[in-house]
């Protein structure tokens, strides 16, 4: 498995001839999931170009991969597709396009930059489309059906993956228990196609309610690091090349 290395992670000397069309693209963001259909895959499945969301591909527990879970021909791996900082680098300038007098949002001066993309958790109003995607994170995680390792805890998963204040989750779900929570591993993906799909409906869903174009970019940046970053180390775990 090809590690996060910062946000630069390559097609680990694959020759780009192998995936026609790639040229053309940054990154996953044009490039459709075999299970779900949507876009912004995380993950190419070596040699036979299947692509897909992390949550969306079984690994085995029990060691690397034999064959494509999608197609069944023999993979010798899987492969990350690297970040693209594209849609926040528009937003970035869309947002200094602003004529002078406008308000705009500031940082905290604790925020952490890489690039354009700045990494301080989320206070603020719950939407409802977050809830909505919160509270199909959290039936995922209890049933065990998510890319994560074992033992992580609910509120750090949710804050990390929602980039959210560990306050404003504890504030919005009182009676949760998320602290006690713990993950434990069942099929570890989203298996069934049609809950894939409604997984990644929820999920653009959340993005498209965001209204400020910035934050939204970041956020969307931020979560997709998020869950290649949770499937990188269970692939770690198992031994998963």
């Known amino acids: 498995m090809v590690s996060l290395q910062g946000f630069d992670v390559g097609f680990s000397g694959i020759p780009q001839a192998a995936f026609p069309g790639l040229s053309s693209m940054d990154g996953d963001e044009y490039v459709r999931c075999s299970k779900c259909g949507h876009g912004g895959c995380d993950v190419r499945v070596s040699p036979c170009g299947c692509t897909v969301h992390a949550r969306c591909l079984r690994l085995n527990i029990n060691g690397p991969l034999d064959g494509c879970p999608l197609c069944g021909k023999h993979t010798n791996g899987l ?25 705009r949002k500031r940082k905290s001066p604790d925020a952490e930059e890489k690039g354009f993309y700045v990494s301080e958790r989320r206070t ?41 204040k560990q306050s404003r989750l504890t504030k919005k779900m009182k009676n949760a228990k998320l602290s006690s929570k713990s993950f434990q591993r069942t099929s570890g993906c989203l298996d069934d196609p049609e809950e894939a799909r409604h997984f990644s409906e929820l999920e653009e869903g959340f993005f498209q309610a965001v209204t400020d174009q910035q934050e939204r970019a970041e956020i969307k940046f931020h979560m997709q690091k998020e869950w290649r970053e949770q499937f990188s180390r269970v692939c770690g775990a198992i031994g998963q090349p």
């Open 124 to 164: 603020g109003r719950w939407t409802n489309e977050e809830m909505a995607l919160c509270d199909k994170l959290i039936a995922k995680f209890e049933n065990g059906e998510l890319p994560v390792a074992d033992n992580v805890k609910l509120n750090e998963f949710l804050g990390a993956m929602l980039k959210s």
């Open 79 to 103: 492969v990350l597709f690297p970040m693209s900082f594209r849609e926040i680098d528009e937003a970035h300038k869309a947002a200094t396009a602003v004529p002078k007098g406008k308000s």
